[in-house]
């Protein structure tokens, strides 16, 4: 653990800028999350400021930025020079994934661990810019309720997912932003604000390119092998893997006018979750498409098309810029960001990011009336990765 720390800390020094002048850790005992360690800056005094003066304004300066998605959810704590002290991962913040109460509890426990971290007070942040999916400009009170009484302070505004993923790719004025994830939808962006948009409609309407429309391609596959409809696939022994499908131990034939027991205990499992649980599923196709299944190929290749169809219906050509890539499915399967771009005019500039988290940083400052340049946006994105 020790080895651990050191080498963690070293990163930090890496990355760390102005105004800090040393960084350094003590071990933490938190009863609900075990033994840990908070590491510790030490701020050097900007030129013209008393030690008084920065003290005091420490924690004035302190905002917050959540990126909630439908896998998890990522809070960054940071102070007004974009310096990220805290970083923080709970559960799914996405309400029409998991429901309004347990979203608003996952992005409290992120943002409560996140403060903890930084070692500063949880009433201490001025802004918390709160990124999810489709909810720009929406109303707080269903998440300022349960922060307020976790004791943190500040004021609460949600911004668009979408826009915090193409600000942690870029600060370009005018571009695009595709993601897919648990869903999919592609917007052009203007000035930090959605211009145009298209899909996002959920798993029922559209979503074309998403997690779950992979996930729920590759389930229908293996369906469709055990059943006798489609060809053998290797899709289908990671699907059963994936969903934990008992096998039978003996051979699994017809008998009559019954399925056979492989395809009932798929059936079963898949009708017990939520449908958009299938989401999980995505890798699996991915990763055999990746080893040159056909079938699976076949469905990575529909997946790129409907998300360029997205792009395009957003494209001005009068008004080009780069193209940020992001969501689970495009910035951990690169079979399918590789299609994606396949699929586009060559010629385009496109940059991938993880995950929303630098760019509700963005947000968060630009809310608390703080300059967001390129040295503070290349901050946030050098520390964060120290603490990530």
Same mark, same amino acid.
């Given at each position: 653990?020790?080895?651990?720390?050191?080498?963690?800390?070293?990163?930090?020094?890496?990355?760390?800028?102005?105004?800090?002048?040393?960084?350094?850790?003590?071990?933490?005992?938190?009863?609900?999350?075990?033994?840990?360690?908070?590491?510790?800056?030490?701020?050097?005094?900007?030129?013209?400021?008393?030690?008084?003066?920065?003290?005091?304004?420490?924690?004035?300066?302190?905002?917050?930025? #959540?990126? %909630?998605?439908? $896998?998890? @959810?990522? *809070?960054? !704590?940071?102070? /007004?020079?974009? +310096?990220?002290? &805290?970083?923080?991962?709970?559960?799914?913040?996405?309400?029409?994934?998991?429901?309004?109460?347990?979203?608003?509890?996952?992005?409290?426990?992120?943002?409560?661990?996140?403060?903890?971290?930084?070692?500063?007070?949880?009433?201490?942040?001025?802004?918390?810019?709160?990124?999810?999916?489709?909810?720009?400009?929406?109303?707080?009170?269903?998440?300022?309720?349960?922060?307020?009484?976790?004791?943190?302070?500040?004021?609460?505004?949600?911004?668009?997912?979408? #826009?915090? %993923?193409?600000? $942690?790719? @870029?600060? *370009?004025? !005018?571009?695009? /932003?595709?993601? +897919?994830?648990? &869903?999919?939808?592609?917007?052009?962006?203007?000035?930090?604000?959605?211009?145009?948009?298209?899909?996002?409609?959920?798993?029922?309407?559209?979503?074309?390119?998403?997690?779950?429309?992979?996930?729920?391609?590759?389930?229908?596959?293996?369906?469709?092998?055990?059943?006798?409809?489609?060809?053998?696939?290797?899709?289908?022994?990671?699907?059963?893997?994936?969903?934990?499908?008992?096998?039978?131990?003996?051979?699994?034939?017809?008998?009559?006018?019954?399925?056979?027991?492989?395809?009932? $205990?798929?059936?079963?499992?898949?009708?017990?979750?939520?449908?958009? +649980?299938?989401?999980?599923?995505?890798?699996?196709?991915?990763?055999?498409?990746?080893?040159?299944?056909?079938?699976?190929?076949?469905?990575?290749?529909?997946?790129?098309?409907?998300?360029?169809?997205?792009?395009?219906?957003?494209?001005?050509?009068?008004?080009?810029?780069?193209?940020?890539?992001?969501?689970?499915?495009?910035?951990?399967?690169?079979?399918?960001?590789?299609?994606?771009?396949?699929?586009?005019?060559?010629?385009?500039?496109?940059?991938?990011?993880?995950?929303?988290?630098?760019?509700?940083?963005?947000?968060?400052?630009?809310?608390?009336?703080?300059?967001?340049?390129?040295?503070?946006?290349?901050?946030?994105?050098?520390?964060?990765?120290?603490?990530?």
């Amino acid at each position: 653990m020790a080895a651990d720390i050191c080498g963690r800390l070293a990163r930090i020094r890496a990355a760390a800028r102005k105004p800090f002048s040393s960084v350094s850790a003590r071990a933490i005992k938190n009863p609900l999350h075990g033994v840990g360690f908070r590491v510790e800056r030490h701020f050097q005094h900007p030129e013209g400021r008393s030690p008084d003066a920065v003290m005091k304004t420490r924690h004035s300066e302190i905002v917050v930025g #959540v990126d %909630g998605g439908g $896998s998890s @959810t990522r *809070a960054v !704590v940071l102070d /007004a020079h974009g +310096a990220c002290l &805290g970083y923080a991962v709970a559960g799914s913040g996405n309400r029409t994934a998991v429901g309004a109460d347990h979203a608003a509890l996952a992005i409290t426990e992120a943002v409560v661990r996140a403060l903890d971290t930084a070692g500063v007070p949880r009433d201490a942040p001025r802004t918390l810019a709160v990124a999810l999916a489709g909810a720009s400009g929406a109303d707080a009170t269903w998440l300022s309720r349960p922060l307020a009484e976790a004791g943190v302070g500040g004021t609460v505004v949600i911004e668009a997912d979408l #826009v915090a %993923g193409y600000l $942690s790719g @870029t600060l *370009a004025e !005018v571009g695009y /932003a595709v993601v +897919a994830g648990t &869903g999919a939808i592609a917007a052009q962006v203007r000035d930090r604000r959605i211009a145009a948009v298209a899909d996002g409609l959920g798993w029922l309407l559209g979503d074309d390119g998403s997690g779950f429309q992979l996930g729920l391609a590759g389930a229908r596959a293996a369906a469709a092998q055990l059943d006798g409809r489609g060809p053998a696939t290797a899709i289908t022994p990671g699907i059963l893997a994936e969903l934990d499908v008992p096998v039978p131990p003996e051979p699994d034939d017809r008998d009559g006018h019954r399925r056979p027991r492989l395809l009932a $205990s798929l059936l079963d499992r898949v009708y017990a979750e939520r449908p958009v +649980a299938l989401a999980r599923c995505a890798r699996v196709v991915s990763d055999a498409a990746t080893a040159g299944d056909p079938v699976a190929r076949e469905i990575v290749t529909s997946a790129a098309a409907g998300l360029a169809r997205s792009l395009v219906a957003v494209l001005d050509v009068e008004h080009p810029g780069p193209i940020v890539l992001g969501g689970s499915v495009l910035a951990h399967q690169p079979i399918v960001a590789d299609a994606l771009r396949a699929a586009l005019p060559e010629g385009a500039e496109f940059v991938s990011v993880p995950d929303g988290a630098v760019g509700s940083g963005v947000l968060a400052l630009a809310h608390a009336g703080l300059p967001v340049d390129t040295e503070v946006w290349g901050r946030i994105h050098s520390t964060l990765a120290a603490l990530r």
